[in-house]
Protein backbone atom coordinates (compact mmCIF):
# COMPACT_ATOMS: atom_id res chain seq x y z
CA UNK A 1 0.00 0.00 0.00
CA UNK A 2 1.44 3.09 -1.03
CA UNK A 3 1.55 6.39 1.20
CA UNK A 4 0.12 9.70 -0.24
CA UNK A 5 2.06 12.52 1.45
CA UNK A 6 -0.17 15.68 0.63
CA UNK A 7 1.63 19.26 0.14
CA UNK A 8 0.27 20.82 3.63
CA UNK A 9 1.39 17.78 5.53
CA UNK A 10 4.96 18.04 3.91
CA UNK A 11 5.05 21.36 4.29
CA UNK A 12 4.14 21.34 8.27
CA UNK A 13 6.56 22.92 10.20
CA UNK A 14 8.53 20.13 12.36
CA UNK A 15 7.38 20.17 15.76
CA UNK A 16 9.71 22.45 18.23
CA UNK A 17 12.39 20.97 20.74
CA UNK A 18 11.70 20.99 24.05
CA UNK A 19 14.13 23.11 26.05
CA UNK A 20 14.93 22.81 29.20
CA UNK A 21 14.31 26.61 31.67
CA UNK A 22 17.24 29.10 31.49
CA UNK A 23 18.38 30.10 34.79
CA UNK A 24 17.40 34.14 35.11
CA UNK A 25 21.14 35.52 34.98
CA UNK A 26 24.36 34.28 35.29
CA UNK A 27 26.19 32.92 38.45
CA UNK A 28 27.93 36.36 38.97
CA UNK A 29 24.68 38.22 38.53
CA UNK A 30 23.20 35.92 41.71
CA UNK A 31 26.21 36.59 43.52
CA UNK A 32 25.66 40.40 42.86
CA UNK A 33 21.97 40.52 43.84
CA UNK A 34 23.35 38.65 47.04
CA UNK A 35 26.04 40.81 47.57
CA UNK A 36 24.20 44.14 46.54
CA UNK A 37 21.04 43.35 49.36
CA UNK A 38 23.46 41.76 52.13
CA UNK A 39 25.34 45.60 51.31
CA UNK A 40 21.62 47.31 51.68
CA UNK A 41 21.43 45.25 55.14
CA UNK A 42 24.30 47.48 56.57
CA UNK A 43 22.68 50.99 56.92
CA UNK A 44 19.31 49.75 58.73
CA UNK A 45 22.06 47.70 60.94
CA UNK A 46 23.93 50.41 61.86
CA UNK A 47 21.17 52.35 62.29
CA UNK A 48 19.84 50.12 64.67
CA UNK A 49 22.89 49.58 66.72
CA UNK A 50 23.52 53.52 66.01
CA UNK A 51 20.62 54.31 68.04
CA UNK A 52 20.69 51.75 70.12
CA UNK A 53 23.41 53.51 71.89
CA UNK A 54 22.33 57.04 72.35
CA UNK A 55 19.43 56.04 74.41
CA UNK A 56 21.49 54.14 76.37
CA UNK A 57 24.06 56.36 77.07
CA UNK A 58 20.92 58.76 77.76
CA UNK A 59 19.75 56.62 80.56
CA UNK A 60 22.52 58.04 82.78
CA UNK A 61 21.38 62.00 81.69
CA UNK A 62 23.32 64.69 79.70
CA UNK A 63 26.77 63.89 79.08
CA UNK A 64 27.91 67.29 80.77
CA UNK A 65 25.62 66.84 84.28
CA UNK A 66 27.21 63.63 84.42
CA UNK A 67 30.89 64.36 83.61
CA UNK A 68 30.94 67.93 85.81
CA UNK A 69 28.30 67.15 88.26
CA UNK A 70 29.24 68.53 91.47
CA UNK A 71 32.43 70.05 90.12
CA UNK A 72 31.25 73.00 88.56
CA UNK A 73 28.57 75.58 89.99
CA UNK A 74 25.16 75.07 88.39
CA UNK A 75 24.66 78.07 86.33
CA UNK A 76 28.04 77.11 84.68
CA UNK A 77 26.60 73.67 83.96
CA UNK A 78 23.60 74.91 82.44
CA UNK A 79 25.45 77.11 80.08
CA UNK A 80 27.87 74.17 79.02
CA UNK A 81 24.85 71.88 78.64
CA UNK A 82 23.43 74.60 75.94
CA UNK A 83 26.12 75.42 74.14
CA UNK A 84 26.21 71.62 73.49
CA UNK A 85 22.61 71.05 72.73
CA UNK A 86 22.10 68.99 75.23
CA UNK A 87 19.27 71.00 76.94
CA UNK A 88 17.11 70.78 73.58
CA UNK A 89 14.53 67.91 72.89
CA UNK A 90 15.56 64.12 72.90
CA UNK A 91 14.31 64.05 69.20
CA UNK A 92 16.43 67.06 68.29
CA UNK A 93 19.48 65.75 69.78
CA UNK A 94 18.82 62.34 67.99
CA UNK A 95 18.82 63.70 64.47
CA UNK A 96 21.60 66.06 65.21
CA UNK A 97 23.31 63.38 66.55
CA UNK A 98 22.71 61.05 63.58
CA UNK A 99 23.56 63.93 60.83
CA UNK A 100 26.74 64.06 62.71
CA UNK A 101 27.71 60.50 62.26
CA UNK A 102 26.76 60.65 58.87
CA UNK A 103 29.35 63.49 58.05
CA UNK A 104 31.79 61.83 59.86
CA UNK A 105 31.58 63.36 63.21
CA UNK A 106 31.56 61.51 66.31
CA UNK A 107 31.79 64.16 68.96
CA UNK A 108 34.28 65.47 70.95
CA UNK A 109 36.30 64.39 74.25
CA UNK A 110 36.51 66.67 77.51
CA UNK A 111 40.05 67.48 76.22
CA UNK A 112 38.91 68.69 72.97
CA UNK A 113 40.05 65.87 70.39
CA UNK A 114 37.95 64.95 67.88
CA UNK A 115 36.49 60.97 68.48
CA UNK A 116 37.37 60.36 65.07
CA UNK A 117 41.30 61.43 65.91
CA UNK A 118 41.53 59.22 68.86
CA UNK A 119 39.77 56.25 66.77
CA UNK A 120 42.83 56.59 64.35
CA UNK A 121 45.24 56.89 67.16
CA UNK A 122 44.08 53.96 69.23
CA UNK A 123 42.35 51.67 66.57
CA UNK A 124 45.62 50.47 65.21
CA UNK A 125 46.69 48.99 68.00
CA UNK A 126 43.46 46.98 68.56
CA UNK A 127 42.98 45.95 64.96
CA UNK A 128 46.47 44.43 65.42
CA UNK A 129 45.56 42.59 68.78
CA UNK A 130 42.43 41.47 67.25
CA UNK A 131 44.50 40.27 64.40
CA UNK A 132 47.12 38.29 66.82
CA UNK A 133 44.07 37.19 68.70
CA UNK A 134 42.77 35.45 65.49
CA UNK A 135 45.86 33.39 64.54
CA UNK A 136 45.68 31.91 67.71
CA UNK A 137 42.24 31.17 67.69
CA UNK A 138 42.68 29.26 64.22
CA UNK A 139 46.28 27.26 65.55
CA UNK A 140 44.68 26.27 68.00
CA UNK A 141 40.86 25.90 67.57
CA UNK A 142 40.97 24.29 64.27
CA UNK A 143 43.42 21.69 64.46
CA UNK A 144 42.24 20.26 67.93
CA UNK A 145 38.51 20.15 66.61
CA UNK A 146 39.99 18.15 63.86
CA UNK A 147 41.47 16.16 66.04
CA UNK A 148 38.32 15.72 68.38
CA UNK A 149 36.52 14.68 65.78
CA UNK A 150 38.61 12.23 64.53
CA UNK A 151 38.47 10.40 67.96
CA UNK A 152 35.34 11.30 68.68
CA UNK A 153 33.59 9.90 72.08
CA UNK A 154 37.27 8.76 73.18
CA UNK A 155 39.68 10.33 76.10
CA UNK A 156 41.18 12.47 73.47
CA UNK A 157 37.69 13.98 72.29
CA UNK A 158 36.52 14.62 76.00
CA UNK A 159 39.70 16.22 77.20
CA UNK A 160 39.49 18.43 74.17
CA UNK A 161 35.88 19.15 74.89
CA UNK A 162 36.14 20.12 78.03
CA UNK A 163 39.35 22.00 77.53
CA UNK A 164 36.63 24.03 74.96
CA UNK A 165 33.97 24.76 77.52
CA UNK A 166 36.72 25.75 80.15
CA UNK A 167 38.38 28.45 77.87
CA UNK A 168 35.43 29.75 76.35
CA UNK A 169 33.93 30.11 80.30
CA UNK A 170 36.83 31.54 81.99
CA UNK A 171 36.79 35.52 82.28
CA UNK A 172 39.31 37.32 79.99
CA UNK A 173 40.90 39.15 82.81
CA UNK A 174 41.16 36.00 84.72
CA UNK A 175 43.27 33.71 81.74
CA UNK A 176 45.56 36.74 81.68
CA UNK A 177 46.69 37.83 84.80
CA UNK A 178 47.21 33.72 85.48
CA UNK A 179 49.46 33.99 82.26
CA UNK A 180 51.35 36.89 82.83
CA UNK A 181 51.89 35.38 86.72
CA UNK A 182 53.49 31.82 85.26
CA UNK A 183 54.95 33.30 81.94
CA UNK A 184 56.27 36.95 83.07
CA UNK A 185 56.75 36.34 86.66
CA UNK A 186 57.84 33.28 87.63
CA UNK A 187 59.42 32.28 84.10
CA UNK A 188 60.56 35.48 83.10
CA UNK A 189 60.03 34.27 79.79
CA UNK A 190 57.67 37.24 78.54
CA UNK A 191 56.99 40.69 79.40
CA UNK A 192 54.34 41.51 81.53
CA UNK A 193 52.51 44.77 80.20
CA UNK A 194 52.58 47.02 76.99
CA UNK A 195 52.77 46.72 73.40
CA UNK A 196 56.52 47.40 73.26
CA UNK A 197 59.41 48.71 75.50
CA UNK A 198 59.87 52.00 76.22
CA UNK A 199 63.18 52.42 73.69
CA UNK A 200 61.41 50.36 70.75
CA UNK A 201 58.22 52.96 71.45
CA UNK A 202 60.20 55.93 71.23
CA UNK A 203 62.36 54.77 68.04
CA UNK A 204 59.47 53.91 65.80
CA UNK A 205 57.80 56.86 66.81
CA UNK A 206 60.19 58.19 63.62
CA UNK A 207 59.00 55.25 61.51
CA UNK A 208 57.62 57.16 57.87
CA UNK A 209 55.19 56.09 57.15
CA UNK A 210 53.23 55.49 60.36
CA UNK A 211 50.71 53.21 60.35
CA UNK A 212 50.83 52.39 64.20
CA UNK A 213 50.78 49.31 63.73
CA UNK A 214 53.94 48.41 65.85
CA UNK A 215 54.46 45.05 64.18
CA UNK A 216 54.23 46.79 60.86
CA UNK A 217 56.64 49.46 61.76
CA UNK A 218 58.91 47.20 63.13
CA UNK A 219 59.43 45.62 59.95
CA UNK A 220 59.92 49.18 58.18
CA UNK A 221 62.21 50.20 60.64
CA UNK A 222 64.51 47.48 59.66
CA UNK A 223 65.78 45.85 62.89
CA UNK A 224 64.90 42.59 63.73
CA UNK A 225 65.94 43.12 67.36
CA UNK A 226 62.48 45.73 67.64
CA UNK A 227 60.32 43.26 65.57
CA UNK A 228 61.07 40.40 67.55
CA UNK A 229 60.77 42.72 71.15
CA UNK A 230 57.35 43.76 69.50
CA UNK A 231 56.09 40.37 69.01
CA UNK A 232 56.98 38.74 72.35
CA UNK A 233 54.34 41.98 73.51
CA UNK A 234 52.29 40.64 71.94
CA UNK A 235 52.20 36.50 72.85
CA UNK A 236 50.12 36.71 76.03
CA UNK A 237 47.34 39.21 74.94
CA UNK A 238 46.92 37.41 71.68
CA UNK A 239 46.54 34.17 73.86
CA UNK A 240 44.43 35.54 76.79
CA UNK A 241 41.98 37.19 73.45
CA UNK A 242 42.47 34.19 71.03
CA UNK A 243 41.65 31.38 73.77
CA UNK A 244 38.31 32.71 74.00
CA UNK A 245 37.41 32.07 70.14
CA UNK A 246 39.20 28.42 70.04
CA UNK A 247 37.45 26.93 72.17
CA UNK A 248 34.11 27.85 69.92
CA UNK A 249 36.11 27.08 66.64
CA UNK A 250 37.17 23.86 68.52
CA UNK A 251 33.51 22.81 69.30
CA UNK A 252 31.68 24.03 65.68
CA UNK A 253 34.40 22.49 63.44
CA UNK A 254 34.23 19.08 65.63
CA UNK A 255 30.43 19.15 65.41
CA UNK A 256 30.39 19.94 61.19
CA UNK A 257 33.35 17.69 60.65
CA UNK A 258 31.32 15.02 62.47
CA UNK A 259 28.27 15.72 60.28
CA UNK A 260 30.24 16.15 57.16
CA UNK A 261 32.05 12.67 57.21
CA UNK A 262 28.49 11.00 57.49
CA UNK A 263 27.44 12.68 54.33
CA UNK A 264 26.49 11.02 50.74
CA UNK A 265 29.34 12.68 48.96
CA UNK A 266 32.24 11.66 51.28
CA UNK A 267 30.99 8.04 51.67
CA UNK A 268 30.78 8.17 47.73
CA UNK A 269 34.50 9.41 47.66
CA UNK A 270 35.53 6.56 49.92
CA UNK A 271 34.02 3.82 47.52
CA UNK A 272 36.51 5.25 45.19
CA UNK A 273 39.48 4.14 46.45
CA UNK A 274 40.57 7.68 48.47
CA UNK A 275 42.45 7.77 51.93
CA UNK A 276 40.70 8.92 54.87
CA UNK A 277 43.20 11.25 55.31
CA UNK A 278 42.09 12.52 51.50
CA UNK A 279 38.62 12.49 52.83
CA UNK A 280 38.99 13.95 55.73
CA UNK A 281 41.62 17.14 54.46
CA UNK A 282 40.37 17.25 50.79
CA UNK A 283 36.23 17.09 51.03
CA UNK A 284 35.03 16.57 54.22
CA UNK A 285 37.32 19.71 56.14
CA UNK A 286 36.29 22.06 53.28
CA UNK A 287 32.57 21.62 53.82
CA UNK A 288 33.28 22.21 58.08
CA UNK A 289 34.91 25.15 57.55
CA UNK A 290 32.09 27.01 56.04
CA UNK A 291 30.30 27.77 59.25
CA UNK A 292 33.58 28.53 60.99
CA UNK A 293 33.88 31.79 58.12
CA UNK A 294 29.60 32.28 58.98
CA UNK A 295 30.30 32.64 62.75
CA UNK A 296 33.66 34.76 62.19
CA UNK A 297 31.75 38.37 62.67
CA UNK A 298 29.95 37.21 65.45
CA UNK A 299 33.09 36.16 67.13
CA UNK A 300 34.90 39.59 65.91
CA UNK A 301 32.46 41.28 68.03
CA UNK A 302 33.00 39.43 71.01
CA UNK A 303 36.98 40.25 70.47
CA UNK A 304 36.37 43.51 70.20
CA UNK A 305 34.23 43.63 73.85
CA UNK A 306 36.55 40.91 75.38
CA UNK A 307 40.05 43.49 74.08
CA UNK A 308 38.82 46.03 76.30
CA UNK A 309 39.04 44.07 79.38
CA UNK A 310 42.14 42.16 77.56
CA UNK A 311 43.90 45.63 77.02
CA UNK A 312 43.05 46.73 80.34
CA UNK A 313 44.60 43.78 81.81
CA UNK A 314 48.35 43.84 79.56
CA UNK A 315 47.77 47.82 79.22
CA UNK A 316 47.92 47.77 75.75
CA UNK A 317 47.32 50.82 74.72
CA UNK A 318 44.57 50.67 72.31
CA UNK A 319 40.73 51.68 71.63
CA UNK A 320 39.55 49.69 74.47
CA UNK A 321 42.13 50.62 76.96
CA UNK A 322 41.35 54.34 76.20
CA UNK A 323 37.82 53.51 76.29
CA UNK A 324 37.87 52.44 80.40
CA UNK A 325 39.86 55.98 80.47
CA UNK A 326 36.76 57.85 79.64
CA UNK A 327 34.95 55.82 80.76
CA UNK A 328 36.74 56.35 84.54
CA UNK A 329 36.63 59.64 83.83
CA UNK A 330 32.72 60.05 83.13
CA UNK A 331 33.66 61.42 79.29
CA UNK A 332 30.44 59.79 77.80
CA UNK A 333 30.52 61.75 74.29
CA UNK A 334 33.91 60.10 73.73
CA UNK A 335 32.50 56.29 75.06
CA UNK A 336 29.11 57.41 72.96
CA UNK A 337 31.64 58.06 70.00
CA UNK A 338 33.94 55.07 70.50
CA UNK A 339 31.57 52.52 70.67
CA UNK A 340 29.08 53.80 68.20
CA UNK A 341 32.14 53.81 65.79
CA UNK A 342 32.94 50.13 66.94
CA UNK A 343 29.23 49.19 65.96
CA UNK A 344 29.97 50.33 62.67
CA UNK A 345 32.62 48.08 62.74
CA UNK A 346 30.66 45.14 63.73
CA UNK A 347 27.96 46.10 60.79
CA UNK A 348 31.13 46.29 58.12
CA UNK A 349 32.64 43.19 58.99
CA UNK A 350 29.54 41.02 58.86
CA UNK A 351 29.50 41.86 55.39
CA UNK A 352 32.62 40.86 54.46
CA UNK A 353 32.00 37.85 55.89
CA UNK A 354 28.64 37.21 53.59
CA UNK A 355 30.85 38.09 51.20
CA UNK A 356 33.41 35.43 52.05
CA UNK A 357 30.57 32.94 53.00
CA UNK A 358 29.24 33.76 48.99
CA UNK A 359 32.73 32.87 47.72
CA UNK A 360 33.09 29.66 49.28
CA UNK A 361 29.64 28.31 49.54
CA UNK A 362 27.43 28.97 45.85
CA UNK A 363 24.49 27.32 47.75
CA UNK A 364 23.80 30.96 49.22
CA UNK A 365 23.65 32.91 46.33
CA UNK A 366 20.46 31.73 45.78
Same mark, same amino acid.
Given at each position: MTTVTTEQESAAPAPARSKAPRRSGSRYGALLRYLGVRLLLIIPTAWILVTVVFFLMRVVGDPIS? %?????? /?????????? %?????? /????????????? #??? =??????? =???????? #???GAATLELVFWALIVAFLVGVPL?????????????????????????? /??????????? #?????????????????????????????? =???????????? =?????? #??????????????LTAGIFLRLVRINLIQTLRSDFVDAARARGLSDRVVTGRHAFRNAMIPIVTVMGMQIAMMLGGAVLTEITFEWKGLGYQLAQYLQARDFVAVQGIVAFLALIVAVVSFLVDVVVALIDPRVRF
Open positions: A %ALGGRL /PPDQIAARKH %AAGYDR /PILTQYWQYISGI #VRG =NFGRTQD =NQAIGHVV #VSYGRVAAKRRDKPADVGLRLFAILVYAA /PVFFVGLLLKL #VFAVKLGWLPVAGRASTNVELALQNVSPKT =NILFIDAILYGD =NGYLLD #VVKHAILPAITLGL
